[in-house]
């Protein structure tokens, strides 16, 4: 089973913190076609949601015009040091993953 | 009639309880979120229909939108995209991209909380405008501006 590694960075800067996460994940078109011309089917991440001590602060619907190994940056405020935050999708497939860290001072 | 008091506090207690609720779900819209990933939407084949679809046909032109995007990009596969709202009580941020298959890239949607200031990288099949689309308040607004491509990002 293929793993998808993800690696999240949240950094609070005065009261801003941002979130930094890349997901290791081929978001493959299913419009490209393999060297034998054969159709490499879809698959896409459909949802990322990212959460801060257990609330969903944020949902992103995507399609698979995101790019390989996605990077998403995001911004929260009033969050604080120490809090977790835990990022998580699942694509087209049914595959799933996700990744948490702490706010750290930026 | 035979309603004892104990009842009658019951169905008193019930009915506040749901208007609370009712109360509660009106004063936070900003928590909701919109629900399931909408096929009708991301499979859009052209801008006006994925507008529709994402209920923002009406949407008006803001300056109030900052809209980031390289003018010349080398490779379509890797164009990196960020959208700042300014426009109060933003709950969701959505990109499209004009000339890909399918316009629809990425709707993002904020609680409170979480600021209406979303990047991500996008493949671009060809030069095309992108746009910027917020949802605030119920209501919809836009932005767009072009990005040339010189190495499309949906080839085979």
């Known amino acids: 089973m293929a793993t998808y590694p993800i690696r999240i960075r949240a950094l609070l800067k005065g009261d801003v913190t941002s979130i930094t996460a890349i997901v290791s994940h081929p978001m493959e078109t299913g419009l490209r076609k393999d060297d034998a011309g054969k159709t490499i089917p879809a ?27 996605p990077v998403f940056n995001f911004k929260l405020k009033g969050a604080k040091l120490g809090d977790k935050v835990v990022v998580s999708w699942t694509d087209n497939t049914g595959e799933k993953g996700s990744g948490e860290t702490t706010i750290i001072p930026g | 009639m035979n309603v004892t008091r104990r009842n009658m506090l019951k169905h008193l207690g019930s009915g506040s309880t749901l208007a609370a609720l009712l109360v509660s779900g009106l004063m936070k819209p900003v928590t909701a979120f919109a629900g399931p990933w909408s096929k009708p939407s991301f499979e859009s084949k052209d801008m006006a229909a994925a507008m529709k679809n994402i209920d923002a046909a009406a949407a008006v032109e803001s300056k109030d939108i900052l809209l ?53 990288r996008l493949k671009f099949s060809q030069t095309s405008n992108v746009r910027a689309v917020v949802t605030a308040g119920g209501k919809s607004y836009m932005t767009q501006k072009e990005v040339k491509v010189t190495a499309g990002g949906c080839g085979g």
Do not use: C, Y
Request: aromatic share 2%.
């Open chain 2, 68 to 120: 980031t995007a390289p003018a010349i990009a080398e490779n379509g596969a890797v164009v990196p995209i960020s959208v700042v709202s300014n426009i109060p009580n933003t709950t969701r941020i959505s990109i499209l991209v004009e000339k890909n298959p399918m316009p629809l890239a990425g709707s993002f949607e904020m609680a409170e909380g979480a600021l209406p200031d979303v990047g991500v």
């Open chain 1, 43 to 69: 698959q896409f991440i459909q949802v990322l949601t990212v959460e801060v001590n257990g609330k969903k602060m944020m949902e992103s619907h995507l399609n698979t015009a995101v790019s390989t190994n």
